[in-house]
């Protein structure tokens, strides 16, 4: 069975700071990865994901994510936080021979003035 | 492109009452649908997921049911609701292959007295 583990509930740093988001997962299979960033009382929206090819994928609004096969992370990065970032951040995974997309518990991201 | 739709946005409901909520997609052909939902501080926990008319998967056990009438229609439906049905409902569609991302709709955030 396929797992999503997002270290850190909530994450707090200042605006124009490094952001870090970590997520490991667990697959017996080649996994599909995703990040979703959902803004308050709204649906979740796709950020970027990785599939096959180049390890490091750039996704919307300025972030990044790699996909770390030996450490079975897919952690989700952006060099300097903008006080829109603020929202809450899933990490997810799905792979070929499943039809579920399965979703981590979510990192809630504060950004200070 | 897909467009989600779901209603209603909000809905107080009392305990023992019925439930019924709709997701309609637009803009695409045999999606597989998801329900998620989404309770305070527990992340994304999916619900049921069909891959076409008629096929339903549960993930959980459950007073909730789930059912797919037409190709890009699910309806979420409860006969009687719990405390713990509370949260917020997410309705979710995904084009034919697995590395294709979900797209989510707006959400209905249902709250039971």
């Known amino acids: 069975a396929q797992s999503v583990t997002q270290l850190g509930s909530h994450v707090s740093v200042s605006e124009g700071a490094l952001v870090l988001l970590r997520c490991n997962y667990s697959s017996s299979v080649p996994p599909y990865l995703f990040w979703y960033v959902q803004y308050p009382n709204q649906g979740l929206q796709l950020l970027l994901k990785y599939t096959t090819g180049a390890t490091l994928v750039k996704g919307i609004n300025g972030f990044e994510a790699e996909f770390k096969k030996s450490e079975t992370s897919f952690h989700l990065t952006k060099p300097s936080a903008h006080m829109s970032d603020a929202a809450e951040y899933f990490c997810?995974?799905?792979?070929?021979?499943?039809?579920?997309?399965?979703f981590g518990t979510g990192t809630r991201l504060q950004v200070f003035p | 492109s897909q467009t989600i739709h779901q209603w209603p946005a909000t809905l107080v409901q009392p305990v023992g009452s019925p439930l019924s909520l709709e997701c309609t997609v637009e803009?695409?052909?045999?999606?597989?649908l998801y329900w998620y939902r989404q309770a305070a501080g527990r992340g994304l926990q999916l619900l049921f997921y069909s891959v076409g008319i008629g096929q339903i998967s549960s993930e959980v056990p459950q007073n909730l049911s789930a059912s797919r009438p037409q190709d890009r229609q699910f309806i979420l439906s409860s006969k009687k609701l719990l405390l713990s049905d509370s949260g917020f409902y997410l309705c979710a569609c995904q084009e034919g292959t697995d590395d294709s991302p979900l797209h989510f709709g707006n959400g209905t955030r249902l709250t039971v007295t």
């Open positions: 997810a995974v799905t792979s070929d021979n499943t039809d579920k997309l399965i």
């Open positions: 803009g695409t052909s045999n999606p597989n």
